[in-house]
Structures are given as structure tokens and as C-alpha cells.
């Protein structure tokens, strides 16, 4: 089987290299600023990690490589302004919105979307960063460069948040996981709760709005939509055309993980259904140290990436499985006095999923 380059070499990266390892698939996670003559990619099929990325020796070089999957669709979906204008072209619902390029449109934003207003830059701005919350008078305190580098999006009263990852071929075959429930907290994912078979009629809407986009886009490989629950419909909030954070519970809880089932579908190997084993929690692991206390509890996963410990930044996860929801409550509530307070709230809200 050809070798596959990553571009980037973060946890993502990491995590295909090891679903790579038992197949007999050689993964090169590959920083982006690596010497382009070091890295095996004239003889390999090419992926990303990451939506977007500099200009570097490396990258100019990828720009133009055949093999590289899905190569036009990144920039695309890498920017919130041409992915808005995708989701509108095929009607599927999105919270309402707006490109903001001056600040004379401020009335006019707040006569058209309402007082409560999202701002989002249109590169970039993940895990709460580069997104601000504006209710009239706070316009005034936007730095002044972001006009033209940003969308705004009416501020949605929502019920909940679930993801949906599914991945495609190159035949147009796609196949989906069960919809994960996800808490965010500060812009930041915190806990995923995936259940088998829990909503049929939200399952049936996801897949048949993902499968509208990656058909369209000719896409090929893992993708992860990001949903508001608005009544009993879906609004679609963003699109990540890579394996996705709100997946990670798949490695132990299915019977193929969203980093196998990427590789998968870029080399064209049979990409089945996968079986949903149990239900399943995902715990971020958030600027926290390794804490070996976590190896007591029996159904407790740790996936530990070997970064830096810094304060907001992704250094792990844990991940829970087990057929009785009952054995996962007691185990989250063992985790309580194993992370620090601010998970209390993350644990809490996944035992309420999980009854």
C-alpha cells in the first residue's frame, strides 16, 4: 500500500500514524516547515491535519501535487465566507449571517440578526479564539483590523450541540458514526457523549445534509459537521474537512476509529459500516498534567500527546466505553476528585446524557 504524508504533525497527525501502524500503512505526519527533499511525497498519497497553512517551502511544493486529497477543497471550507456561501448554495440551514467589512453596518446588523450577534474571523479563530459575542455597545471595543476578515452570525438559542463524522470515497460511497452530543465551554470542546442509535430523525437529517456537501465537493476521506438542535431541526455551524476532536470517543467505542477510517477511504480499501460497539464518553484533557491516578479506573482510555502542559491547550483525552451507562456514570463520577474543578461541570452534564 502507498505511504501516506500528513501535513502537520500535531496529535491529529499522531493519531493517523498509529491507526496506520497495525494495517501495514507507513503514516509521515510532516511539519510544515520540513524541507520539501526530506519528505517521501512524491511516492505517497497526500493528507492534511489542518484546514489551512502558511506559505512555506513545503506547502508551495503540496500546492500542485495530484495526489494530494482533496487539495482544492481545503482552502474552500478553510474559510468561513466561501463555506457559508457552499451551505447556502445547497439550502441547507445555517444560522443566519453576515460578511463584516465595516463598522457603519452595525445598526443595520442589529436591525437584521437581532441583539445578540456572533463574530467569527474568517480564517483561523478555533477552540474560542479569534470569535467575539456582541450585544449593542460592544461593537466599539472590536479591534479595528478585523473588518473584511470576518463573518457575523445571529446568536442561535439552542437546545444542545452534536457533530456528525462520516467519511466518503472515491466511488461516492459514504458511511457515518452515530451523532456525537457535545459540551463546549469557552469556545472549547470539553466532553463528548456518543450514544448508539439515540435520535433517529436527527441521525437521518445530519447524514443526509454531510453527504449533500461531500458530494458536491467531490470530497474524499473523514469530514465532521458541526450542528446546533433548534426544535427538532439541525443548523449547520462549521465544517471540518479532516478527523475531528468530537470523533476521538471512536477509537474505543467503534469498530473502526475515524483516523482508520480516513485512511481508509484516501487509499480506497473497503470502508464497511462501522459498528458503534457501546456508549461512549470523550473528556478533553485541557492544560492538565498527566495524572496516573486515571489508570485505576478500568474503563478509563488515556490518549496523551506528549506536548507541553500550557494553560488551554489540548494535551490528551480520555476516552470511556462500556455497555451499561451505568458502569460510565460511576466511573465519571470516580473521575471528579481525579481532575481539576473546572471538569466538574463536563462530568456532570455527560452522566445527564448517559441517563
Given amino acids: 500500500m502507498k505511504p ?9 497527525g499522531r493519531m493517523l500514524r498509529q491507526a496506520g501502524e497495525p494495517l501495514g500503512i507507513a503514516v509521515y505526519p510532516v511539519g510544515l516547515d520540513a524541507e520539501p527533499e526530506s519528505v517521501p511525497y512524491q511516492s505517497s498519497v497526500i493528507t492534511a491535519e489542518i484546514e489551512r497553512w502558511p506559505e512555506t517551502a513545503l506547502t508551495r511544493e503540496l500546492a500542485h501535487h495530484k495526489a494530494f486529497i482533496n487539495r482544492d477543497i481545503f482552502p474552500q471550507l478553510a474559510d468561513r465566507l466561501p463555506q457559508k456561501q457552499l451551505m447556502d448554495s445547497l439550502g441547507l440551514a445555517t444560522a443566519p449571517w453576515r460578511l463584516l467589512s465595516d463598522p457603519s453596518q452595525w445598526p443595520q446588523l442589529f436591525a437584521e440578526l437581532g441583539d445578540f450577534i456572533i463574530v467569527k474571523r474568517r480564517t483561523g479563530g478555533y477552540d474560542g479564539r479569534g470569535q467575539w459575542r456582541i450585544r449593542p455597545g460592544d461593537e466599539a471595543e472590536l479591534p479595528a483590523e478585523i473588518y473584511g476578515e470576518c463573518i457575523v452570525e445571529q446568536g442561535i438559542p439552542f437546545s444542545g450541540e452534536v457533530s ?39 441521525q437521518q437529517q445530519a447524514e443526509k445534509m454531510l453527504s449533500a456537501i461531500m458530494d458536491h465537493l467531490n470530497y474524499i476521506g473523514v469530514m465532521a459537521m458541526e450542528c446546533f438542535i433548534v426544535g427538532d431541526n439541525l443548523l449547520i455551524n462549521e465544517l471540518a474537512p479532516r478527523v475531528h476532536n468530537s470523533g476521538h470517543w471512536t477509537q474505543n467505542g467503534a469498530s473502526i476509529s475515524q483516523f482508520e477510517l480516513h ?79 473546572e471538569y466538574q461541570s463536563g462530568l456532570e452534564w455527560a452522566k445527564i446524557k448517559l441517563s
Fill in 4 to 12: 501516506i504524508c500528513v501535513l502537520g504533525n500535531g496529535q491529529l
Fill in 164 to 202: 456528525l463524522v462520516g467519511a466518503r470515497n472515491a466511488q461516492g460511497q459514504s458511511v457515518f458514526y452515530t451523532l456525537t452530543h457535545n459540551l463546549h465551554q469557552e469556545g472549547i470542546l470539553r466532553t463528548s457523549v456518543a450514544l448508539p442509535n439515540a435520535d433517529n430523525q436527527l
Fill in 263 to 341: 485512511l481508509r477511504a484516501i487509499l480506497d480499501l473497503p470502508m464497511p459500516q462501522p459498528e458503534i460497539m457501546a456508549p461512549s464518553v470523550m473528556i478533553n484533557l485541557i492544560g492538565t498534567e498527566l495524572n496516573p491516578e486515571w489508570f485505576g479506573l478500568p474503563l478509563v482510555h488515556l490518549h496523551w500527546y506528549e506536548k507541553e502542559v500550557r494553560p488551554v491547550r489540548k494535551v490528551g483525552h480520555l476516552n470511556l466505553a462500556h455497555a451499561d451507562k451505568g458502569a460510565l456514570q460511576t466511573t465519571l463520577q470516580a473521575l471528579i476528585p481525579l481532575l481539576p474543578a
